[in-house]
């Protein structure tokens, strides 16, 4: 099985900041990498798939990037409503894996 | 507009059984894969099961392996997740969603969608 790797599992930001956020899968996955961002008790909303493709809908402050092992999400000009935890995923190959996931608090 | 409703989750005891329905309206289910995703309480994201769009291919994970069954109805654009033999582990939010549309080999549209999710509680 694929592992992802998600960092950090935990960041602070202030609104108006610019983060980033890694995710290393543990073989070459090619740009099989979707994103997602889930908030406290709702279902996730897709971001990013194809490592840097951004879903209908979704704003240009998200944007993806990387290729076989290593991935970033970049999210600019943070908004009360990015605060939240982004998952990526592999879908290079089944099982289908997901990272731990990486909580994105309000400093 | 897309949308996904799962339903049938509930609180059954260890061993027993219960099968999620997830219907889905707004695009052309029988052109896309779908998929069921879990989530343990603060626990993250977990995949268990997804099914090609013909209902041909399907792969599950390993720790629902035999004792889940995915299926889908293309008539009734609905997917479905038999669960039997419940563990207290597979305690979760179950979500479904709209997974990949190929054309040509090529994977063009990915888990654009997601249902809102259905409580599935194993527990004596």
């Known amino acids: 099985d694929i592992q992802m790797t998600q960092s950090p599992s935990s960041l602070s930001a202030s609104v108006g900041d610019t983060v980033t956020i890694t995710c290393r899968a543990s073989?070459?996955?090619?740009?099989?990498l979707a994103w997602f961002q889930q908030k406290p008790g709702k279902a996730p909303r897709s971001l990013i798939y194809?490592?840097?493709t951004l879903q209908s809908g979704v704003p240009s402050k998200f944007s993806g990037s990387g290729s076989g092992t290593d991935f970033t999400l970049t999210i600019s000009s943070l908004q009360p409503e990015d605060f939240a935890t982004y998952y990526c995923q592999q879908y290079n190959s089944y099982p289908l894996t997901f990272g731990g996931g990486t909580n994105v608090e309000i400093k | 507009e897309v949308q996904l409703v799962e339903s049938g989750g509930g609180l059954v005891q260890p061993g027993e059984s219960l099968r999620l329905s997830c219907a889905a309206s707004?695009?052309?289910?029988?052109?896309?894969?779908m998929t069921w995703v879990r989530q343990a309480p603060g626990k993250g994201l977990e995949w268990v099961s997804s099914?090609?769009?013909?209902?041909?291919?399907?792969y599950y994970a390993d720790s629902v392996k035999g004792r889940f069954t995915i299926s889908r109805d293309n008539s009734k654009n609905t997917v479905f997740l038999q669960m039997n033999s419940l563990r207290v582990e597979d305690t979760a939010m179950y979500f479904c969603?709209?997974?990949?549309?190929?054309?040509?080999?090529?994977?063009?549209?990915?888990?654009?969608?997601w249902g809102q999710g259905t409580q599935v509680t194993v527990s004596s």
């Open positions: 073989q070459d996955i090619s740009y099989s």
């Open positions: 194809a490592a840097s």
């Open positions: 099914i090609f769009s013909t209902g041909v291919v399907i």
């Open positions: 969603a709209k997974d990949r549309r190929t054309t040509g080999g090529k994977i063009v549209e990915y888990f654009q969608n």
């Open positions: 707004g695009f052309t289910f029988s052109s896309y894969a």
